[in-house]
Structure formats: structure tokens, C-alpha cells
């Protein structure tokens, strides 16, 4: 057995190197178990699918990926490095309100603006649908406590499925969302829960497409993707508040999502694909 890599990974500002693994390269549970073992990784052996592409290291420099890229071949294992950079994430992609079907073509209309985009069936080459979700803690401190115990914590849930559009020799892509987007072009076959709707979108761009790559792993890999990106976490201080009766409390809100770890993932699959 291999002796498992130990490495310090990059924090989530930093820009890293990636590797990126094609789950069909190798195949067979004996790679799954070996990456497991040898990367620390839980979960890779359900992650990805044939023909996908998976990040199963992010490493602090060049020099490092390409080490580990060394090693991982000896073993019979082919990963390509990728900078975080060209990922882009923090530039997601063009938000839509409603697509318009009609004579073989469609009208991509942007959320905001009247951009309009006229699209073929053969333009498309990507389609990626998951679930994005986010995470917020509400918590109060009394600072009048010797301790400063909290007084009170609130968590609440939030999530809706996502869809990406990519066009061939274009990596910014066209993002639907649940909310927010006309599902009228799905004629009489239009549901009024939203969740339902944006699923019969993706089959409805299946058949506009059919030569597009459908990616639909990407809530079976959020295992692996946590351990290897990570999620976006932001805390927002709501300061301080007299309460009466001499109390001061301070109000602070921490939020956990993966919306940016969704975008680096729908661009890997568009940039790769």
C-alpha cells in the first residue's frame, strides 16, 4: 500500500492547483480504494461518473500538483493539474429569467437586462444540474455574562436546485435558477412546483441538444468536493443592542454554501468536457 500523502492545503483565498481525475481512465474499485487510502479522500469511490471529471487534490503550488502527479502516475493513476484561476468562479455564470423554444433555435433573456442570446441546438455543449444549499446560524452573546454566554442561536436551511448552460468555446455559461425564471416555455407540461419544472427544463434542453454532455452527478460528489474545496463561509457582525434593564448583546450571523464550490464544479465539467 501506498504511504498516504500528507499535505497542507491552500486556503480558500489562496490561489491553489488543482488535480483533476477522469473516473474512466483507470476504472475499478481497486483505484477508488487506492485514491481513498492514499489521498485521505471519503466518498470518491460513489463520486463522478464515466466520462466526468472529478478534483481529487488541491495542493498550495505548482511544484507540489506536479509531484503529486508523478506519484499518482507511477500507481497507474493519469490526473491533469488545473490553477483555481481558470475557474473563475468568482464571475458565476449569465443568470437567465426565460427561455423562448421555437423553429429549432432559442432566446436565452437575461435576468437582468434585456440581453438576449439566440442559440442552436448545436451551440450547446454542457449542461450541468445540482442542488445548492445554504447554511445560517443566528446567534445573540450577552456581553453582561461573565462568560458571555450565548442567549440565543437560530439555524435555518435553504436550498434549490441549479442548472448551468454552457455553449461550445465559451466558459462563462448561463445559470437558471429555481426562482426567478419564467418556466413558461414548458408549454401545458409546466408544474407549480418549481423544483419539478426545472428538472423538466433539463430534459426539454436535453431534446433541444441532444449532442450536449448532461451532467447530473453533482450532488453524489459533494462528499468528495467538500473535502477537496470546501464551502464558502462568511460571518457578519450585526453589532451591538441595548436591551433594557442595563443588558448589551452583540448579533452575529455565520452563512455556509456551496454555490461557489457548484460554479467551480460546472466550469471543470464545461472547461474539461
Known sequence: MSEKLISQKPEAWENGFNLIYKPDTAGGSGTSEFLSNFLGLEGIENAGSPGGFIPIARLRTLAEAETLQTRLRKSGVEATIAADEIFNERNPPIRLRAIEFGGGAAKFRSFN???IFDISGADVATVIIGSIYQITVESTVN?????????NETESFADEIIMDVYLRGDHTGFRIMMHGFDFSCLGDKKMRIAAANIVLLAGRLSEFAPNAAHVEDYDRCRK??????????TRDSQGLRRTGLGRVEIS?????????????????????G
Do not use: C, H, M, P
Not at 225 to 232: F, K, N, Q
Open 113 to 115: 437586462g434585456d440581453r
Open 143 to 151: 456581553l453582561r455574562r461573565r462568560s458571555g454566554q450565548k442567549t
Open 224 to 233: 468528495l468536493l467538500d473535502e477537496v474545496w470546501g464551502l464558502e463561509e
Open 252 to 272: 452575529a450571523a455565520s452563512k455556509r454554501s456551496n454555490l461557489v464550490q457548484f460554479t467551480k464544479y460546472s466550469r471543470l465539467q464545461a472547461i474539461f
